[in-house]
């Protein structure tokens, strides 16, 4: 079974570029979740998904960051413009429907704005 | 207050002993708690998940639940120096999944 795919896996740009990452969960996961993990943090939830509706974007800096999952299977996280304190790495994660259920981790993109 | 706290360690214990993480959570509508694994450099990798009141046990590692007190642990069992990771404690409910800043575990030989 393959697993969570992103990309790219690193990503260096400027103060206020703009940056685009991509997931594509493992096939038939309804859920799928984007994390950011500062160094030396656990991940925090910037947005999660069912399908192709959103359950939960609370801590996600809507100025500046957006994400979408067309059709349910592919989400993207743009973050425009950045800023230092982006620099991180973003997660992906996705799981079949259900709290008792665990999420699989791609591998994740380091972003460093600088 | 964090939904999920964890002490951030680092928790030095000698090869060969029990090392014992803990993890408090604030919302009561939590329904499962896992325990997962990373590696400096790597992803959080999956190591047992819990959602009955009690212990459940996998090989060298055991979680225990206490609902009343909100709080969960791991206990590893004969600490090898492979164990040395960061230990992320995640709560789930219907909604979401949170996770702790983890707790850096050293295993040293």
């Known amino acids: 079974e393959a697993g969570v795919a992103q990309s790219p896996r690193y990503k260096i740009i400027e103060k206020r570029q703009s940056v685009a990452f991509w997931c594509n969960p493992i096939s038939g996961h309804a859920t799928l979740y984007w994390y950011q993990q500062i160094l030396g943090q656990g991940p925090k939830l910037l947005i999660q998904?069912?399908?192709?509706?959103?359950?939960?974007d609370s801590q996600l800096p809507k100025d500046r960051f957006s994400a979408e999952r067309l059709k349910g299977v592919d989400s993207t996280l743009k973050i425009q413009p950045a800023k230092l304190e982006d620099s991180a790495v973003y997660l992906c994660?996705?799981?079949?429907?259900?709290?008792?259920?665990?999420?699989?981790f791609g591998q994740g993109t380091r972003l460093t704005v600088v | 207050q964090k939904e999920v706290e964890q002490n951030s360690g680092p928790l030095s214990v000698p090869e060969g002993a029990i090392a014992s993480l803990n993890c408090t959570y604030s919302?009561?509508?939590?329904?499962?708690f896992f325990w997962y694994r990373q590696y400096s450099g790597k992803s959080p990798e999956l190591i047992m998940f819990?959602?009955?009141?009690g212990d459940k046990e996998d090989g060298r590692f055991t979680a225990q639940l206490n609902k009343a007190s909100q709080y969960v642990s791991l206990l590893i069992r004969d600490s090898q120096p492979s164990d040395s990771a960061t230990y992320l404690c995640a709560a789930h409910n219907t909604d979401k999944l949170i996770f702790g800043t983890g707790t850096r575990l050293q295993v040293f030989p």
């Open positions: 998904f069912q399908n192709n509706g959103v359950v939960d």
């Open positions: 919302d009561r509508g939590s329904q499962s």
């Open positions: 994660a996705s799981s079949s429907q259900g709290p008792n259920t665990e999420a699989f």
């Open positions: 819990i959602y009955s009141n």
